[in-house]
């Protein structure tokens, strides 16, 4: 086996790290101070926005999603030089796109009352914190990702 081969049979693992990284950073900043009841009462106003926002805005992209996959499969059914398959893909990294920025808006929204809250005690507290929500958005886009390609190979 070469080591192409050798390091594209890790990716499944690194993927799964990944994941196991971010929800770590995750549990731990959900295990941080959110602040007074008002910063508290206004993050959860801004979170259920968010949400909402995002709720929408998948209900669209779904739709735009399936009409594609149609049409990929349909093209890659009657291409030689192509299979129907590239719809499943297609789907494949819609959803986790999907999952990644789902799990990306939820920390986002919690991060942010938690690093206005770490400021006031200092930047390094307040960096911490806005630098793990971060984490947590690459790092799921990057575990997913490789689970929906390797996935697929």
């Avoid at 669209?60 to 890659?76: E, K, P, Q, R």
């Avoid at 806005?130 to 996935?151: D, E, I, K, P, Q």
Wanted: proline share 1%; aromatic share 10%; with cysteine.
């Amino acid at each position: 086996m070469s080591l192409a081969e050798q390091l594209f049979m890790f990716t499944p693992v690194a993927a799964v790290a990944a994941l196991v990284f971010a929800f770590t950073k995750s549990a731990w900043i959900s295990k941080q101070e959110v602040g007074t009841d008002k910063m508290s009462t206004i993050a959860g106003h801004i979170r259920d926005g968010a949400m909402a926002f995002l709720s929408r805005e998948y209900k669209i992209l779904a739709v735009f999603a399936l009409v594609v996959a149609v049409f990929l499969g349909y093209s890659g059914s009657t291409s030689a030089q192509s299979h129907w398959l590239v719809a499943v893909a297609f789907i494949l990294g819609a959803i986790c796109s999907g999952l990644a920025g789902y799990f990306g808006m939820r920390i986002a929204t919690s991060a942010n009352v938690r690093t206005t809250n770490a400021a006031r005690k200092g930047l390094s507290e307040a960096l911490t914190v806005a630098f793990s929500g971060g984490t947590v958005m690459g790092m799921s886009v990057v575990g997913l990702g490789v689970l929906g390609v390797s996935g697929l190979a």
